[in-house]
């Protein structure tokens, strides 16, 4: 096996299955009633928790992407859903469509070469590349296991 640079090795963390799954397998076999059903005393449903997801990480690829970035995002609101399900079928494919779509370009941007992943962010407030593209993969990660819990609640993992 070739031997990979930190950089790929750190790409590669944004969609692996080594120390936590990867969304595919925490979304497997999961119905369309089951984008939505919220457990009780829980506060998100499988579909408030991919569209935090979809925000979040496409907040994280803009900071590191867009020199003319803005922080628009309100927290909490502007991150979560409020609704429990999405619109309709077209919504939740576009979330991860959108999803893969910015993992690949966090992936190609990490591996790239066009900026050193070590130097700050020069419109952030000391955060680096490489601080930023850790985030989003702890991020997701983080999120990926409170689906496969939600899904444990609901009755409904693991995947027929």
Not at 34 to 42: I, L, M, V
């Amino acid at each position: 096996m070739p031997t990979q640079t930190w950089q790929e090795i750190v790409a590669s963390s944004l969609d692996w299955e080594q120390a936590h799954l990867t969304l595919d397998h925490a979304l497997k076999g999961l119905t369309v009633a089951g984008r939505a059903a919220r457990p009780e005393g829980y506060p998100h449903s499988v579909w408030q928790l991919l569209d935090h997801i979809r925000v979040a990480q496409h907040d994280l690829l803009d900071f590191c992407v867009n020199a003319n970035y803005s922080h628009d995002l309100n927290w909490p609101d502007d991150y979560w859903p409020s609704d429990p399900a999405p619109t309709d079928d077209a919504a939740w494919s576009a979330c991860l469509q959108q999803i893969n779509q910015d993992r690949a370009q966090l992936t190609r941007f990490t591996t790239g070469g066009s900026v050193d992943l070590t130097q700050a962010i020069p419109h952030g407030t000391g955060q680096t590349y490489l601080r930023t593209v850790l985030v989003a993969v702890d991020h997701a990660a983080y999120h990926f296991g409170q689906i496969v819990d939600v899904r444990r609640l609901n009755k409904d993992w693991p995947p027929a």
